[in-house]
T-cell receptor, first 113, second 114 residues
């Protein structure tokens, strides 16, 4: 059982470049989330989705976009990479929002130089 | 901002019990108390959660105060693999409308000595 899979694991971008962080889950979960974690800090919510075709902003959405065309996939897009987006990005999923555990991927470590 | 307060760090000896405290004095009646842990270079991992009653699972026990303003995560016999950052989180179901996201603080860094 793969759970939540994130690709790539590591990436270095130049300022102004764009890229897509991939996230897929095989648990048929409705809710999916993107978080970022800066060094020594907790995770902050970027975007979330409650089902295919439905997405909404979290606490720190600026500079990012998402889409949810299928239940399994929830890609995160950086259009114009900036040094402030250097972080570790985690994708998570859960079946419902009401007290159920979230399952996390292993993260994508992104550096913007 | 996180609605929980945890010590920045704690130390334990291997094979001894560990009690990780968490204060959440502003908890609402329908907030779940969740615990996650994050091992180095990994994503957070669910440990346990509860609402009012104490809870046990294969990983840990959760003791919830009667007034629900504090809770304690109990690892019955710490191993070296339990060295991680432990997050106590209230499930914020009212943020932007039932989105169910987790609000992380800085957590408690647990060190386990052999």
């Amino acid at each position: 059982n793969a759970g939540v899979t994130q690709t790539p694991k590591f990436r270095i971008l130049k300022i102004g470049q764009s890229m897509t962080l991939q996230c897929t889950q095989d648990m048929n979960h409705n809710y999916m989330y993107w978080y970022r974690q800066d060094p020594g800090m907790g995770l902050k919510l970027i975007y979330y989705s409650v089902g295919a075709g439905i997405t909404d902003k979290g606490e720190v959405p600026n500079g990012y976009n998402v889409s949810r065309s299928t239940t399994e996939d929830f890609p995160l897009r950086l259009e114009l990479a900036a040094p402030s987006q250097t972080s570790v990005y985690f994708c998570a999923s859960t079946r419902t929002a009401l007290g159920q555990p979230q399952h996390f991927g292993d993260g994508t470590r992104l550096s913007i130089l | 901002d996180a609605k929980t307060t945890q010590p920045n760090s704690m130390e334990s000896n291997e094979e001894e019990p560990v009690h990780l405290p968490c204060n959440h004095s502003t908890i609402s009646g329908t907030d779940y108390i969740h615990w996650y842990r994050q091992l180095p270079s990994q994503g957070p991992e669910y440990v346990i959660h509860g609402l009012t009653s104490n809870v046990n699972n294969r990983m840990a026990s959760l003791a919830i105060a009667e007034d629900r303003k504090s809770s304690t995560l109990i690892l019955h016999r710490a191993t070296l693999r339990d060295a991680a950052v432990y997050y106590c989180i209230l499930m914020d179901r009212n943020y932007g409308g039932s989105q169910g996201n987790l609000i992380f603080g800085k957590g408690t860094k647990l060190s386990v000595k052999p």
